[in-house]
């Protein structure tokens, strides 16, 4: 069946023009002048139109209505712009065109420009990568280039965005597309059976190595692997997959003859490599090698447009899995969503329609119906925190928890040594208040502030731990530890008893002050 194309006649000329080149490519073709005539032929056609030219008039307010109507039925939309617009491209985003031309145009372009826009939407559904926002269309227009070719690919993108989709077009659209395409989460292994899953092993290569078995790479021959999750491979195997891609070739685990492959290698990763090469945590060299050619995958929260499309395609999708009567989405659900800050991304948005869908109990996804979490934009998902040397890492609940519990007990620990040394105050401590010619109490001496120095490294006498004005927490502590020590003669066990602390936390301190 033809491609269906309908062409606007705000422009009069262009538009005959147009379809007469359309028709020569056996395109089916019909030219509408009104807004009223093209919102028909959108919603009454079934299927809707491949796609829709705008030869003029895309300042107006129907243009935009009428390109409203095309993203709501996923419709392309090519716009014809005056040469006269200062800038083209910026109006084309602005206006949510799929793609745009400068007037005067060549009626041999314009059919190739729908061709390959009709070719990408197809792409779209074949792979489930979904949007009309101009940053998953750029992400398309990388995957049309970089597909015919076999240079390696790096994805990077939050978790959640379709790194693996994109990879699966790439193959999709190669001349690879008949070979095997295999993915490897190189995070999920342990070091010790990633490089046997990539490579294989030989027959008694380890223990428990009872056959011969191939890896992903020699299963891949001919194909793509996607390595998915590559900063976390570790280093000693970052070395043999460097050497695969300069000389596609490897040695299986516990193999004295070289193998030759012809795979292409894409990669994904959810951090940032660059990052992880500049704190020495991934090779430098395999990094070059792998970014050759590189998609960003933008997050969801950078892409709200998209959201409203990406609903109505799930709850249909849903509907139809689980043999739902569903009637859809009410707007103030829609715009709930869209405002949403979803942190997992088109994957957390999906699980979430499928939740709704199967428990909605009205046969409609309405505003009471979605979590309060995402009503109210309350964070559940893990957060990031800075690592000693800046770089953000995701961590789960359960290191939240630990972290916390760990903060908890040092604090307690801290108010236990300090009640037990205001306790032993009366015996083991003695304030020395610093001060003019103002008269000291019983039992105390007077020191003049020329002689108090805080930092002063000179053991003190055995007897009691003395506080001197300006000593922090940290001082008093130091010199609790020192007493403590000397009254138990070095034995660090008692030592800990006398001071309420555990044993490890003691050597923990000797060493934070570099007490011997």
Same mark, same amino acid.
């Given at each position: ?12 000329? *262009? ?27 959108? +919603? ?136 095997? !395409? ?67 070739? !490897? ?12 795979? +292409? ?17 991934? +090779? ?155 008269? *000291? ?76």
């Amino acid at each position: 069946m033809a491609d269906r194309v309908l062409i606007t006649t705000d422009d009069l000329e *262009q538009a005959v023009r147009i379809n007469a080149a359309l028709e020569q490519a056996r395109f089916d073709t019909a030219m509408v002048s009104s807004l009223d005539d093209v919102r028909q032929a959108v +919603r009454g056609r079934q299927p809707p139109p491949d796609a829709i030219i705008l030869t003029g008039g895309l300042h107006e307010s129907t243009a935009q209505r009428l390109l409203a109507a095309a993203h709501e039925h996923a419709v392309s939309t090519l716009g014809l712009v005056e040469a006269t617009d200062d800038d083209p491209a910026r109006i084309g985003t602005e206006l949510g065109l799929t793609a745009w031309l400068v007037k005067p145009t060549d009626p041999l372009e314009v059919t190739a420009t729908v061709r390959r826009l009709i070719e990408r939407r197809r792409l779209q559904q074949r792979t489930g990568i979904l949007g009309e926002s101009a940053a998953i269309q750029e992400v398309l227009v990388k995957i049309e280039q970089m597909a015919p070719v076999t240079s390696t690919v790096l994805i990077e993108g939050e978790s959640g965005t379709g790194k693996e989709l994109v990879a699966r077009a790439i193959h999709d659209l190669s001349p690879r597309r008949g070979k095997a !395409f295999i993915a490897v989460n190189c995070a999920a292994l342990p070091e010790t059976l990633l490089e046997s899953e990539l490579f294989g092993h030989e027959k008694g290569a380890f223990t428990g190595a009872a056959e011969r078995r191939l890896g992903r790479f020699e299963l891949a021959d001919g194909g793509t692997i996607l390595l998915d999750e590559i900063g976390e491979m570790p280093a000693s195997t970052q070395v043999k997959l460097l050497r695969v891609l300069e000389d596609k070739s !490897f040695f299986r685990v516990g193999g004295t003859q070289p193998i030759k492959v012809d795979v +292409r290698v894409i990669a994904a990763t959810n951090k940032s490599v660059k990052e992880a090469v500049a704190l020495g945590r991934f +090779r430098d060299d395999l990094f070059y090698r792998l970014n050759v050619l590189s998609v960003y995958l933008p997050p969801l929260r950078e892409r709200r447009s998209d959201i409203p499309l990406l609903v109505r395609t799930f709850v249909a999708e849903f509907a139809k899995t689980h043999a739902r009567t569903f009637r859809g989405i009410t707007p103030e659900a829609t715009q709930i969503l869209v405002e949403a800050d979803w942190p997992g991304n088109v994957r957390q948005l999906k699980n979430l329609i499928e939740s709704m869908v199967v428990l909605a109990p009205e046969g409609e996804i309405r505003a009471s119906d979605i979590p309060r979490d995402i009503r109210e934009r309350t964070r559940t998902m893990p957060v990031r925190i800075a690592e000693a040397q800046g770089v953000p890492r995701e961590i789960t609940g359960q290191e939240l928890e630990f972290i916390f519990r760990t903060l908890v007990e040092m604090k307690v620990q801290l108010e236990e040594l300090r009640r037990r040394i205001e306790e032993r105050a009366p015996e083991r401590v003695e304030v020395i208040e610093v001060g003019g010619s103002r008269e *000291q109490g019983a039992g105390s001496r007077r020191l003049e502030p020329a002689t108090v120095d805080p930092l002063d490294s000179t053991p003190e006498p055995d007897g009691p731990v003395v506080y001197k004005a300006g000593m922090t927490m940290s001082d008093v502590e130091r010199a609790a530890i020192d007493a403590a020590l000397r009254e138990t003669r070095g034995n660090r066990r008692k030592a800990a008893e006398v001071l309420g602390i555990g044993e490890r936390t003691l050597y923990r301190k000797l060493k934070e002050y570099t007490i011997s």
